[in-house]
């Protein structure tokens, strides 16, 4: 069974500053993965997604993404925080079995706050 | 925007009830996804439709049931409702690029069960 670990359930930092979220995958061959952000009683929006086409995926708003097999770590960057950035961001993971891989597993989130 | 269509967006029932809920997935999307998010929590898996068929199911009683129709409009329906039925519930519609599956997810609708 697949599933994700997302270290901090809550990161606080300055804007301007660096943005890093780190996520951790559990699958048995590597899957597809994806990070999502959610603002305040909002859905979630794809930030970007890993299909193993390149390691370093990237994203909206100024998001990025390195795939580390040897680490099963997916972490999100973001070299300046800006207040807009403020939200919860999810982590989820698919099977990559070349049929349906319909299932996303989410982390439990990380709340990002920005201070000025 | 994604494209993707939920109501209502708030919702209130007592325990025992039943609900529906809506979501309208973009045109051309053949795939809709319903997932529970408990406040606090990552969404959860619920069950997926792919052209009007359960194509696969989460971890949750057969009182979470759904409906697909060819209009690209889907619905969730929950019978005997259970206070920690309480959450915000997300659908999301597929589309297929080169094998990969991306789902985009509407706005939600919370429920709550009194």
């Known amino acids: 069974a697949q599933s994700v670990t997302q270290l901090g359930s809550h990161v606080s930092v300055s804007e301007g500053a660096l943005v890093l979220l780190r996520c951790n995958y559990s699958?048995?061959?590597?899957?597809?993965l994806f990070w999502y952000v959610q603002y305040p009683n909002q859905g979630l929006q794809l930030l970007l997604k890993y299909t193993s086409a390149a390691t370093l995926v990237k994203g909206i708003n100024g998001f990025e993404a390195e795939f580390k097999k040897s680490e099963t770590s997916f972490h999100l960057t973001k070299p300046s925080a800006h207040m807009s950035d403020a939200a919860e961001y999810f982590c989820a993971v698919s099977p990559n079995s070349g049929g349906s891989n319909y299932k996303l597993t989410f982390g439990k989130g990380t709340l990002l706050t920005v201070n000025p | 925007e994604t494209g993707v269509t939920q109501s209502p967006t708030h919702l209130i029932k007592t325990r025992g009830q039943q609900v529906t809920l809506r979501c309208s997935s973009q045109?051309?999307?053949?795939?809709v996804s319903w997932y529970q998010q408990a406040l606090g929590q990552g969404p959860q898996f619920i069950f997926q439709?792919?052209?009007?068929?359960?194509?696969g199911r989460g971890n949750f009683p057969p009182r979470f049931s759904g409906l697909q129709f060819p209009n690209y409009s889907s619905e969730l329906n929950v019978n005997a409702l259970e206070l920690d039925d309480s959450a915000l519930y997300l659908c999301?519609?597929?589309?297929?690029?080169?094998?990969?599956?991306?789902?985009?997810f509407g706005p939600g609708t919370r429920l709550l069960v009194l």
């Open positions: 439709y792919y052209r009007e068929e359960e194509n």
């Open positions: 699958s048995s061959v590597p899957p597809y």
């Open positions: 999301a519609s597929s589309s297929v690029d080169r094998g990969i599956e991306t789902q985009y």
């Open positions: 045109s051309g999307h053949n795939t």
